[in-house]
């Protein structure tokens, strides 16, 4: 007897959207109307996949795209059932996710949280906004192609095929593997070049910081002298060579007439501005004494 395993069910709505406002975004140039279903049931079993995973508060789908492709028949089928088609002229890149965008913003401002955003497309353009949208409490959900961008999938609470969502069915399981557009490059270094680069800082720590030298060795010629750092250091007699450096650079000569000292006035033995406080020398002692108010003084001999 074999025991089957179930892949998990997705998560229906929290208790907070059940009853909130649902607005689909629809890429028809992303997800087109398939030729085998009835335009009549398209409204009516997103209405019904959404009811099944417990979101039954309004519903309100806006379709963008150049309607010019679209048959006449289907456009008028598409609006009788509730579904406004906008039309986005070709020839401009990426002009219907433009006016996505701008529009599902517009909506969030109108529509304060919490509301629900379910999105059918599968290009990566929108992926910012809605990461966006649910840091700002609101629900996104998700329709997309067979193939689809992961931070778009990533962004998304319960993601739908466009296939299923169409006919009125489930979202994928919880889990599943989901063929994905890489929106990142793999490096991948079997298929990268090498080059022969300089490693950097210290080349003897072996495999420490990948300094590892990958170009083609060059031997090194024995013919060639080894010059090291060291080398430039003088070798020989230190007085030769204070001599050889005194010779190469001389130090510049004096001046044989450079004054000493400044010429001073000779009846003051003191520069001018020295800290003498005002004390001025004595004279040199006079020949005679006849001064009449003062005795001679003494101490000079």
């Not at 309004?58 to 289907?74: F, L």
Request: include cysteine.
């Amino acid at each position: 007897m074999t025991a089957s395993v179930s892949a998990p069910m997705a998560s229906a709505a929290d208790q907070q959207y059940v009853t909130a406002k649902t607005s689909v975004w629809w890429d028809i140039e992303n997800c087109q109307v398939p030729d085998n279903r009835d335009p009549h049931t398209i409204a009516q079993n997103i209405s019904s996949a959404l009811v099944k995973m417990n979101y039954c508060g309004p519903v309100s789908i806006s379709a963008y795209g150049d309607t010019n492709r679209i048959p006449a028949s289907v456009q008028h089928v598409l609006s009788s059932t509730g579904i406004a088609l906008n039309h986005v002229p070709a020839g401009i890149k990426d002009a219907s996710d433009k006016k996505i965008l701008v529009d599902m913003l517009f909506w969030a401002v109108d529509n304060p949280a919490p509301s629900n955003y379910l999105l059918i497309s599968g290009d990566r353009d929108f992926s910012n906004a809605l990461h966006q949208l649910r840091m700002r409490r609101y629900n996104i959900l998700l329709a997309q192609p067979h193939e689809a961008s992961a931070p778009l999938v990533a962004a998304a609470k319960s993601v739908w095929l466009w296939t299923s969502l169409v006919a009125g069915g489930p979202p994928l399981p919880s889990g599943e593997s989901l063929r994905r557009t890489d929106d990142f490059a793999t490096f991948n270094p079997e298929n990268e070049p090498v080059q022969a680069s300089r490693p950097m800082g210290n080349t003897n720590t072996g495999r420490v910081g990948d300094t590892k030298f990958k170009g083609k060795h060059v031997n090194k010629p024995t013919n060639q002298p080894s010059i090291s750092r060291a080398a430039s250091t003088p070798v020989g007699n230190g007085n030769n060579s204070r001599r050889s450096f005194r010779n190469q650079h001389p130090l510049p000569s004096r001046p044989y007439h450079f004054p000493m000292q400044p010429n001073f006035p000779q009846d003051n033995f003191l520069p001018h501005n020295s800290h003498n406080h005002g004390f001025r020398p004595m004279p040199p002692k006079p020949t005679g004494w006849d001064h009449p108010m003062y005795p001679e003084p003494t101490g000079w001999d």
